[in-house]
């Protein structure tokens, strides 16, 4: 299949998207918004539909992205190991990041830890322990990475300022 007759099918693809976008734009615009407040009916009838579509096409979007990804880098070695790489260092800071988290739960001003399941009971013992060190472990690595970024980001705006 040549380049053109996969745009052309790319953009029909897209204006079948955009009707049924439109679509239901134009329905949850007749009803109005006192119909949604109010009726439960008008609400499951309606966005149920929409809410459905949004999610069909997240996943389908998902999953083109990710067979695309991985046929790129099976067609490119190189870039799979440079790939695998990547992960692993960022496997590696995570680890690290773990490892250096604090073990202990994060506790309120009176003492009680901050951790509530659905029913609002406060979770203790070893459950907290290991949420609060995930949650620790999470914004250490974000931390990290993100000075990690800004490190690149100033590096190359040095290196332009050079040339």
């Not at 040549?2 to 049924?20: F, P, Q």
């Not at 389908?60 to 790939?83: C, E, G, R, Y």
């Amino acid at each position: 299949m040549d380049k053109n007759n996969l745009s052309k099918i790319l953009t029909a693809v897209s204006a079948v998207i955009g009707a049924v976008g439109v679509f239901f734009l134009i329905r949850i615009v007749m009803i109005g918004d006192d119909a949604f407040t109010t009726d439960v009916d008008v609400q499951s009838s309606v966005l149920e539909p929409y809410i459905s579509f949004s999610l069909y096409l997240l996943y389908v979007s998902i999953a083109v992205t990710l067979f695309f990804s991985v046929w790129n880098l099976v067609k490119h070695p190189d870039q799979l190991k440079k790939t695998l790489i990547s992960l692993a260092v960022l496997g590696v800071v995570l680890v690290a990041c773990y490892a250096g988290a604090p073990d202990n739960v994060v506790l309120d001003i009176t003492g009680q830890p901050l951790l509530k399941d659905a029913n609002d009971q406060v979770i203790t013992g070893e459950e907290a322990a290991s949420i609060s060190k995930w949650v620790s472990t999470g914004i250490n690595y974000s931390m990290v990475l993100g000075v990690v970024g800004l490190g690149f980001f100033v590096w190359d705006f040095i290196k332009g300022l050079l040339k």
